[in-house]
T-cell receptor
Framework: DQQVKQNSPSLSVQEGRISILNCDYT??????FLWYKKYPAEGPTFLIS?????DKNEDGRFTVFLNKSAKHLSLHIVPSQPGDSAVYFC?????????????FGQGTRLTINP | EPEVTQTPSHQVTQMGQEVILRCVPI?????FYWYRQILGQKVEFLVS????????KSEIFDDQFSVERPDGSNFTLKIRSTKLEDSAMYFC???????????FGSGTRLTVV
């Protein structure tokens, strides 16, 4: 049951360039989407979120785009820095339905090369 | 910055034994959660807890699992009779409200032998 999919297990980007991480979902009841970053031996760290009533949310170097018709969201990091190297998880929730749980994707390992 | 604290960081237990994983959520948070990640797999939801009761649980969270907030600061996950397939990283999380991003703890690695 892969309701949230991150099809790229890994991504390598040059420092200073843009990193684009992608996520697809199948459940049309999802109305709230989040991105988390995870370093080894640590828990996921919340990065940025977006509600289904928006198509873009920006926070510093991080921007999340939501395309509801395509059931697709992406995280843009610009400029990419070496400290951004981590595993990035996309997650979704059906908050308006009263759901509190997050459904996670498999994660994409981002490596920023100097 | 406020943190969610989990203890122990690593727990090894024999199959069939009971295990209790402990968490101290952020003090002004109202919603509490347990997730797990089996090695190489996705992070999976187990249970959410609000107003001193379970508000949502997954199919994984069967009768062998229970949660408790015994004293207003700790939030525990108990597995009554551990199985080999319970081996995973268990993450506790808390959030201020239902529409906020969670804060996760660093996790407890449970190894069932």
């Amino acid at each position: 049951d892969q309701q949230v999919k991150q099809n790229s297990p890994s991504l390598s980007v040059q420092e200073g360039r843009i990193s684009i991480l992608n996520c697809d979902y199948t459940n049309s009841m999802f109305d709230y989407f989040l991105w988390y970053k995870k370093y080894p031996a640590e828990g996921p760290t919340f990065l940025i979120s977006i509600s289904s009533i928006k198509d873009k949310n920006e926070d510093g170097r991080f921007t999340v785009f939501l395309n509801k018709s395509a059931k697709h969201l992406s995280l843009h990091i610009v400029p990419s820095q070496p400290g951004d190297s981590a595993v990035y998880f996309c997650a979704a929730s059906a908050r308006l339905q009263g759901a509190q749980k997050l459904v996670f994707g498999q994660g994409t390992r981002l490596t920023i090369n100097p | 910055e406020p943190e969610v604290t989990q203890t122990p960081s690593h727990q090894v237990t024999q199959m069939g034994q009971e295990v209790i994983l402990r968490c101290v959520p952020i003090s002004n948070h109202l919603y509490f959660y347990w997730y797990r990640q089996i090695l190489g797999q996705k992070v999976e939801f187990l249970v959410s807890f609000y107003n001193n009761e379970i508000s949502e649980k997954s199919e994984i969270f069967d009768d062998q699992f229970s949660v408790e907030r015994p004293d207003g600061s700790n939030f525990t996950l108990k597995i009554r009779s551990t199985k080999l397939e319970d081996s995973a990283m268990y993450f506790c999380a808390s959030s201020e409200g239902n529409s906020y991003g969670y804060t996760f703890g660093s996790g407890t690695r449970l190894t069932v032998v």
